[in-house]
């Protein structure tokens, strides 16, 4: 229970009704009077015209959203939506998991601290041994943790540091349609130019090389022999003396690329990439932190490749909807010395509260096998469209982590079969979804892919719901593009 106002509310009961418009313009817009009453269209404005150039979501889904419960939210005039975005993957229990909140109501009420850099506190203790519980274990065994700032660039930021210090070198591997944050250092890394161009002076000594995609491979091959292809070109990258290019710090990957447009790298191809920088005597470090926590049908997604790596980026659910982040790595490359990366907001005890619930929520709750049945419903749902769409270019994903490439079919197809993609149209049907009250995200080449990323708690029912509302916004007539018959 809670106050709010004078009155109390039950902070973890599911919501019936939306709150006022008029309860969030006394607070944020008439600094608590209740002498006016203000519009939404005022309270989307007041804050659009505050908020720098460089916001995205909040222009693309153009609502003042007020409340959730596990998958759904409502706006301020009371619309309700399937969230199938979960703030980019983050709320693995969806919004205000009753558990989660009462986790956190009740240690704000013990009178703990709240945030204690790097304190030994129980709060902390509690969430090492729940995070622990679910590493596999021949990386828990001997896996060392550095907390981190808030968000998982932080990680990122903190990992480089870390095997540039630990191994004395100073090149750094990605791939292309990578992302691994928006900091100066794991910008960097981040395959995407349009954040790039304009800023002098990124991270020297950074180099990215062909991430296997069997819809669009950049070898021309696609399937095994296109994972075989990109593997002899890493080897002979990384073993030429003529290359160009140092022995790499480390080799930074994501198990299935996210905001690259959800593109699963092949079991194969990591295992392979994987006994390559292990023969080589360079650290790979596996990006989690959109996939961790049971998104992609593992707990993370590289253990479904049997891969142990030498070191984890984790954030996004491991917080439980707060912010936190950090490393895990093999403590064979902890050089530090004290005080080597630090973070005012390390310690922040709501999160690893939160977190540690989560973490015990997805396993009492067996969350991460239900993500593997959930994920062949989606699987066969979007492939059942695909069948009905020639817009529809390619289905990709495992578990609760799914992208829709949209293309134009009537340009012609690359020797592989693959149309151009058509992130005009991906738009409008990311809108039409919107309309319809589902909420889904684009990203990939072109903001060409429809991206979907349920929260886990999401139910049949609502799988059902999501694939349907999004084979009605694919048939809805194109707006202002001139097109037909698509």
């Not at 950074?206 to 995609?213: A, G, I, Q, S």
């Not at 530090?336 to 630090?342: E, V, Y």
């Amino acid at each position: 229970m809670c106050m709010i106002r004078g009155e109390i509310y039950d902070a973890c009961s599911t919501f019936t009704q939306p709150l006022s418009t008029e309860c969030i313009d006394r607070s944020l817009i008439a600094g608590g009077s209740a002498e006016r009453a203000v519009s939404t269209e005022a309270v989307y404005n007041y804050v659009r015209e505050r908020e720098s150039n460089a916001r995205t979501y909040a222009d693309k889904l153009d609502r003042v959203i007020e409340r959730g419960s596990l998958a759904r939210v409502w706006d301020s005039e009371g619309r309700e939506y399937l969230d199938c975005l979960s703030v980019a993957g983050t709320l693995a229990l969806g919004h205000n998991h009753p558990i989660v909140i009462e986790a956190v109501l009740d240690f704000i009420a013990s009178g703990q601290v709240q945030q204690a850099l790097d304190l030994t506190t129980p709060a902390k203790y509690r969430f090492l041994r729940q995070l622990f519980d679910v590493f596999p274990a021949d990386f828990g065994a001997t896996a060392k943790v550095q907390f981190c700032g808030p968000s998982g660039a932080d990680a990122t930021e903190a990992a480089v540091k870390l095997f540039k210090t630990a191994t004395g070198r100073r090149t750094v591997i990605a791939f292309h349609g990578a992302y691994h944050g928006m900091t100066a250092g794991s910008l960097s890394l981040t395959g995407n130019l349009v954040a790039k161009r304009s800023v002098a002076s990124l991270m020297p000594d950074t180099h990215f090389l062909p991430y296997p995609d069997s819809y669009r491979c950049p070898f021309g091959l696609g399937g095994e022999a296109g994972v075989r292809a990109n593997l002899h070109y890493l080897e002979r990258v990384l073993t030429d003396p003529d290359s160009g290019i140092t022995k790499p710090a480390a080799v930074f990957v994501e198990a299935v690329q996210g905001e690259g447009g959800v593109i699963p790298a092949p079991p194969s191809w990591l295992r392979g990439l994987r006994e390559l920088t292990a023969r080589l005597d360079i650290p790979l470090v596996l990006d989690e932190i959109q996939t961790g926590f049971g998104r992609t049908g593992t707990m993370f997604a590289f253990e479904e490749a049997g891969i142990r790596p030498d070191a984890v980026l984790i954030s996004k659910a491991v917080g439980g909807g707060f912010p936190l982040a950090l490393v895990a790595y093999d403590a064979r490359y902890d050089a530090w010395s004290p005080g080597a990366h630090a973070g005012t907001f390390r310690g922040n005890q709501i999160a690893m509260v939160a977190g540690a619930t989560t973490i015990s929520v997805i396993r009492d709750e067996n969350l991460v096998h239900a993500a593997v049945a959930k994920g062949k419903l989606i699987g066969a749902g979007l492939g059942e469209l695909a069948d009905r769409h020639p817009e529809i270019g390619d289905v990709r994903g495992r578990g609760l982590m799914w992208g829709v490439e949209i293309v134009d079919p009537r340009l012609p197809a690359d020797a592989l079969g693959a149309h151009p993609a058509d992130g005009e149209r991906a738009a409008e049907i990311g809108r039409r979804c919107l309309e319809l009250g589902l909420i889904v995200e684009r990203g990939g080449r072109h903001g060409a892919v429809l991206r979907l990323l349920p929260p886990l708690v999401i139910t049949e029912g609502e799988v059902e719901e999501m694939i349907s509302k999004l084979g009605m916004a694919l048939v809805a007539k194109p707006q202002g593009s001139g097109r037909s018959g698509r």
